[in-house]
Structures are given as C-alpha cells and as structure tokens.
C-alpha cells in the first residue's frame, strides 16, 4: 500500500475560522482517501504556537523551552483532527517518527505533531516520509501555491506551478536572508525531500478539492516539487 505524509499547518486548522466545519469535512475526505492508500497527517501549532512560544520568550524562556511550547500546541492540534476523523484515527498521538511507523493500521490515519525541539513540523514531514517511504509529501500551507517571493510583500511576486528540488533549495534558501519566503517549506525538510526524492505537493489546505488532487498525486493549481 503507498504511503502518503500530509503537513497540515495550524494555519489551517484552527485559523479561528469556522474550524469545527471545516476539520469535519477535512475528515471526511481524508477518511475516504485512507481506504487505497496509508495516511500520515502531520499537524503544526499555527498561531496559538506562535502565541505560547512569543508569551514564554517574555518571560526568558529558552529556545528549547519554547520549541517544548510549539510541540504541546501541536500536539493539541491532532488531538483535535483525530476527534474530528474518530474511529478512523489510530487513538494515540506518536511522539517519534518510528513510533509513528509502529502503529500505522491499515484504513486507518496516523495523526501527530511535533517531535523533538529544533525543527517544524515540516522537517518532521519530511523525516516521516523518509521512515515510511512515503511516495509524496502533500504540504497543506494557508497560501495557494509556492511563489518566487512573498506575494504580500513584492507585486513581482510569481507564482510556481512545478518546480525541481534544486529550486525549491534555493527558494528556502533565499528566505534565510529575508529576501524571499520563507514560509513555503522548512529548510531542513526540503533538504531531506530532495536527499530521497520524495515529491512534495504545496496547496492550500482549506481547499479540499486541492488537497484532495494532491493527496492522489494528481496535477493541482499548487506547486509541485520534483524531479
Ligand atoms: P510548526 O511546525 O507549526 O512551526 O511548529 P512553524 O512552521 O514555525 O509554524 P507555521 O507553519 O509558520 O504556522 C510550531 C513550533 O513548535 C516547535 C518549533 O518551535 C515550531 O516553530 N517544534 C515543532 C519543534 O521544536 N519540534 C517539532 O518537531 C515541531
């Protein structure tokens, strides 16, 4: 059975914007998908994460406490995506990529979050995808599609329909320095992605349609990222 890891940011799951409706619907769809293939959903913090980890810094907290923060956040986020998908989660949030693997049922979803401080959940994505032998990673991001600079920011801004590796390594590179986004995929997830070719599909995650064209490997209005 393929094996498909879906980073679902909190940006998308609690953006406080009739949540309830939408995980309902999220769970609908990935619980028909579930049947073909295995599903692994990576949950991030959004910005209740953001909130903690900028409250804790505040009060002098360390960058490991605070990435402690981010975890619990989105550890509380597939806690909530798994009452929303029901008995068609596996009922325990797995702290470790392995752990992840171990319990995998067929017909069933995995969902977790973080793991250890130091990275995103994108990166756990990416690790999870390389255990599993993921055959994509689907990113579920708030924005449409990746572009060449933060749209927001720089009219110029153009939009990428299919990208190789190498270009979103440089993309995620660029942001390090500000001049480009650096939103669209973790460094170090896009390193591990392009290390073991696993395809990434970057689409708006509260656009089922998308998600569910990327879920399948089907083109999408998304960025695609292969070779
Ligand atoms: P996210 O994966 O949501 O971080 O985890 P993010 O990419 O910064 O958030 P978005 O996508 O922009 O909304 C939230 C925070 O939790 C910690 C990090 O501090 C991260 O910023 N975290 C998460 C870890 O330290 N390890 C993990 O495995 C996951």
Do not use: W
């Amino acid at each position: 059975m393929e094996n498909v890891v879906v980073s679902i940011g909190g940006s998308v799951i609690v953006p406080g914007n009739d949540d309830h409706l939408y995980l309902t619907a999220l769970a609908n769809l990935i619980a028909e998908l579930c049947e073909e293939r295995q599903v692994f959903l990576v949950c991030g913090g959004g910005k209740v994460a953001r909130y903690y980890i900028n409250t804790g810094r505040e009060l002098g907290a360390t960058v490991h406490e605070l990435d402690d923060l981010g975890i619990a956040v989105t550890r509380l986020n597939a806690g909530l995506v798994q009452l929303a998908l029901g008995d068609k989660a596996v009922r325990r949030v797995p702290h470790t990529v392995k752990d992840a693997k171990l319990i995998a049922q067929s017909g069933k979803v995995v969902v977790m979050g973080g793991t250890v401080p130091g990275h995103t959940t994108d990166a756990v994505s990416a690790m999870l995808a390389e255990e599993v032998h993921a055959i994509r990673i689907v990113n579920a991001t708030s924005v449409d599609a990746a572009y060449t600079a933060d749209p927001k920011k720089l009219k110029e801004a153009r939009r990428l329909h299919r990208i190789s590796f190498k270009e979103l390594h440089d993309l995620v590179n660029k942001g390090e320095h500000g001049a480009g986004p650096s939103g669209i995929f973790d460094r170090l997830g896009a390193d591990i992605a392009l290390k073991h070719r696993i395809p990434i599909y970057i689409v708006n995650g509260r656009n089922l349609e998308e998600l569910r064209k990327a879920i399948l490997g089907l083109d999408v209005e998304g960025t695609y990222v292969g070779d």
